[in-house]
């Protein structure tokens, strides 16, 4: 029997299914979590998988001896890519200042735990989303993001493809991360820095 390979569009954990979509553009395939040969790890969505094709005694196809590919073993992306050098720049500058004394010593800690803690927290929300659980407040997401979180917020949406199609959220969750950084950058060039540009 021929191995294929498709993209899982949509899982329900809680239930334990889903649905594949082939790489040859055919018809979405069932996938069922006894189906797996590795049961160690939440399928997630997006991840890419190598399966066979059984008939079912009501003449639907549906995935078994699946296994994940080598390329979701792999998950970066460029978006993902761009969203950690991103991170990692915003976090380093505002190390530096605190270094040289320009801001308060504390923040790059604060901003660095909060990036953490709202990493942790689109996590959860994702797993939540797929397993039809109680979600956290998007409210609450940006607030995270508003206080120092965004590099965490930006690392997880890229990772996770959570929170990434709404529109709206996005528009918000951009105007917050602007509102976090002209908040770090008059902290650092101060009330005078201000006026001059003024």
Sequence with gaps: MMRKKGTLIKWKAEQGYGFIRPATGSKEIFVHINSFVKRNRIPQI???LEYKEQRQRDGKMRAVDVRYSNASNFTFSYSL???IVIALIYLA???YYAFIDRIWYGYPFIAAAMSVITYMAYARDKYAAEASHRRTAESTLQLLAL???WPGALIAQQQFRH????FSFRVVFWL???ANLLFVWSAIVGLKGILELV
Aim: with cysteine.
């Design 81 to 83: 890519t761009f969203a």
């Design 46 to 48: 997006g991840c890419v």
């Design 147 to 149: 206080i120092g979180g």
């Design 176 to 178: 917050v991360v602007l």
């Design 93 to 95: 500058a505002i190390f």
């Design 163 to 166: 929170k990434t199609r709404k």
